[in-house]
């Protein structure tokens, strides 16, 4: 079994998020980085795996150098090796097909990527890869047994939940419960320094998107307090004043 | 060269979201002097499809082949593609559902189109074909220029504000869409499905009322779902009430779960964590009921009563009843 885990390096949740260089750059100031939660499960049922099945593990990252200590992470929770294709992504589509160029040179037998990143929120990257690799590609995904090259696969729709067995090779976007996110120990911690990240320039192509100014939301003004006394005349105001209802 | 617009239908019906994609298609067919085609996939009269018309389409191609009859990313994805390449569209619109970012991405692959998700208003187009797209879940927008010749957008709720009184417009002609089929795209077996046929759903759902723990156990949820029946509202809650299995996991919204953005949004005994608030600021106006005056979710509420759930729901629902 040959799994291939793509990771973001995004900042946490709870960062506050602000921008410099007139609106052109987000500010990195103070901003802790991290895992995407997403890619953090697709990580932790890829090494479970593994485990199972024997293999490697490889983790993936289309970015800069900053993002080394969270593929280093990534290593030391379980991956065998990494790629870092040395770029600075802004566009899916330029990031799906390095991740298509590296996948074909490689045959992955398994493509787990989170549901979504947490900075772009798309959800878009492993239909295009999926697509680019002419690959079936599930997201968001539950629940995933392996039982040979065969793949039950649970996964969310909309008002409920679908099961389905296909073949791989597969490409999925994952979230909980898929497995519990892992926590690094002190072996992986040391065994992670000596495993192999390998740095490779990206492929040419041009962006199709790019990002040009970033805006935060209107600030949110003061909350109107209605006493619980008077909880009926809230239905009122909503219907002439907020004129939802 | 006609923009394109891919919708979803649920049990024969243009979902909203889809319907809010229509329009906006149609404004920037108008906006580029072109014409709005709408592509629906699945089983459909055609007096419902012709309500595309009303939106502003002037035509519908559709493709009702039993093969397509269970909702399938994959072939639906080769089908747009199919009439994308018809059409000859340079600009095609999918609203945001799990089944929209799938085929638009799939697609966009195979068209080689730049394609952005979480678009929340109209496109300026002045030379440049700019998009305004909801990054770091919520907590910021992206201004984005789409340079590629096939533009793929999808857009979230609310991106565009349709006025259905003020809707008019002619019916739209129907057209049998006959597609090809790509075997490669049936390989999954489909073993089970669990829908919850008569609920409304979290996405579609112009009001949701939403509980929190401060709900105290799946024993006590009658009196939020009594006031959501009184306003015709979907239910949501925290992550904490899925994980106790109060409610079911699907409808546990924020930044793990779903993401929501209706007109209303009452939260019920819910503290607004930042990862809750993440699932639920693209939403018009947000209640927030709570015994704590400190409970965080105030800060990003509209209205805000302190107080206990218990006795404040029953009020809502006979004034909600009232109105009726
Ligand atoms: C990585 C990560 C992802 C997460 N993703 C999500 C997510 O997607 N969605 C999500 O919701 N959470 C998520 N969480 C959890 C989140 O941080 C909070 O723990 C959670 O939202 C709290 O849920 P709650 O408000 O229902 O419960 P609590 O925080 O326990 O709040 C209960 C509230 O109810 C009030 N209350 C109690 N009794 C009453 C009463 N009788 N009347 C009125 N008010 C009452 C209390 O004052 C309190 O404010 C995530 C956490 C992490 C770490
Ligand atoms: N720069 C990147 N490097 C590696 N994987 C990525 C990158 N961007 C997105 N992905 C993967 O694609 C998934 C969906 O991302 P997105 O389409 O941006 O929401 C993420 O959860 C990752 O697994």
Redesign the interface.
Known sequence: MKILVCITNV?D??AK?S?TDNDTKLNKNGVQYIIG??DDYALARGVEIKEQTGGTLTVLHVGEADADPQIRKALAIGADDAIRVNADPQ???FT?AQIAHIARQNSYDLILMGRES???????????V???L?V??Y??V?KLELNGTTA?IAR????????????LPLVLGC??PIAEWKIPNMRGIMTARTKPLQVVEPVGL????????????AP??A??????ED?????????TE?K?? | MSVLIFVELDNGNIKKTSLEAIAYGASVASQTGSTATVLAIGQADNSELEKAGHYGASKVLHASDEHLAH?N??AY?DVLFQAATKEGSKIIILSK???G??????????L???????VTELPQIDGAF?V?R???????????????DVKVL?IRKNAIEVDEAAISGSAAIVETFASSRRD??Y???????????S?L???EA??IVSGGRGMKGADHWQPLLDLASA?GAATGCSKPVSDLDWRP??EHIG??GIKVAP??YIACGISGA??HL?GV?GS??I??INKDPEAPF???????????VF??LP??T???K??R
């Open positions: 900042p949740t709870t998020i921008f939660p997403y566009d899916s589509y799906a947490i900075d772009f929120n798309s959800g878009v990257v492993h239909g295009l999926g697509e680019m002419g079936p590609s997201s968001p539950m039950t969310e729709i909309d008002g409920g939940k679908e099961t389905l067995t296909v073949t979230q909980e041009d962006e199709m998107t790019a990002p040009e100014k970033f805006t935060l939301p949110k003004g909350c109107k307090m209605i006493p619980a909880a009926a005349s809230l239905i009122r105001l909503l219907q907020a939802v209802l | 909702e990313a994959l994805s559902s799990g089944l970012d799938a085929v638009a991405a799939r697609a966009a692959a195979r080689k189109a730049g394609v952005v998700s979480g700019k305004t909801s990054i770091y879940t919520g907590k910021a927008f992206a201004t984005t220029e789409i340079k590629s999808v490669s795209d390989q999954a077996q489909v073993t089970n499905v669990e829908k919850a046929s609920e759903s979290l996405t112009d009001i306003l996991h699907h930044q793990t007109n209303l930042i990862q993440a600021n018009k106006c209640v927030v105030f800060k990003a509420a509209d209205y805000g009563i302190v107080g206990d006795e404040i009020k809502l006979e004034a909600a009232a109105l």
